[in-house]
């Protein structure tokens, strides 16, 4: 059974940094590309960004580009999103998804708050 | 703002046939499959439909997809109270780079 379990979010001020995980089991993780997407609270959903199996090719929404980093660690078999100077407007619901589009399984998602 | 238009509700009776729309443009829907999302409340999302068109192990044949040109819909036939959620048409878009959701339709059962 595949399992995705995100960790990491918290309350953060604006202009703060943090790094989500998602622990990955049930598949072979390298052979899948990843994605994390996020919900703001009442809104709907948007796609933040993703990786290649490998790793060695990465995408992102215009709105986290430059301020977001997604990676992954096949050996861990888990993925990570590195967020910086975050606003206030990143806040949301943020969900760890298998695949690179299609997303088949979702974890049950961490909540990111950024408020001074 | 999502590139990817949805009409923001839709409903009926049980036992009914809904559908729900969803408008894109020749970078995403028109050169891409396209996927759809059911999310129930407070749960996360779940594929309900993909490459246009195909279920998922365990999706009810009740829920249909299609694709048109620049346009695709999900139907939902023989609608049932626990199909009362939130849907999302997604695709790949070619001139963002990037994935595309849409706006989103909530499905209510009278």
């Known amino acids: 059974e595949v399992q995705l379990l995100e960790s990491g979010g918290g309350l953060v001020q604006p202009g703060g940094s943090l790094r989500l995980s998602c622990a990955a089991s049930g598949f072979t993780f390298s052979s899948y590309g990843m994605s994390w997407v996020r919900q703001a609270p009442g809104k709907g959903l948007e796609w933040v960004s993703g990786v290649s199996g490998s790793g060695g090719s990465t995408y992102y929404a215009d709105s986290v580009k430059g301020r977001f980093t997604i990676s992954r660690d096949n050996f861990k078999n888990t993925l990570y999103l590195q967020m910086t100077s975050l606003r206030a407007e990143d806040t949301a619901v943020y969900y760890c998804?298998?695949?690179?589009?299609?997303?088949?399984?979702w974890g049950r998602g961490t909540l990111v708050t950024v408020s001074s | 703002q999502s590139v990817l238009t949805q009409p923001p509700s839709a409903s009926g009776a049980p036992g009914q046939r809904v559908t729900i729309s969803c408008s894109g443009s020749s970078s995403n829907i028109g050169s891409n499959s396209v996927n759809w999302y059911q999310q129930l409340p407070g749960t996360a999302p779940k594929l309900l439909i993909y490459?246009?068109?195909q279920r998922p192990s365990g999706v009810p044949d009740r829920f249909s997809g299609s694709k048109s040109g620049t346009s695709a819909s999900l139907a939902i036939s023989g609608l049932q109270s626990e199909d009362e959620a939130d849907y999302y048409c997604?695709?790949?878009?070619?001139?963002?780079?990037?994935?595309?959701f849409g706006t989103g339709t909530k499905v209510t059962v009278l």
């Open positions: 997604a695709a790949w878009d070619d001139s963002l780079n990037g994935y595309v």
């Open positions: 998804a298998k695949g690179s589009s299609g997303y088949s399984s």
């Open positions: 490459s246009n068109n």
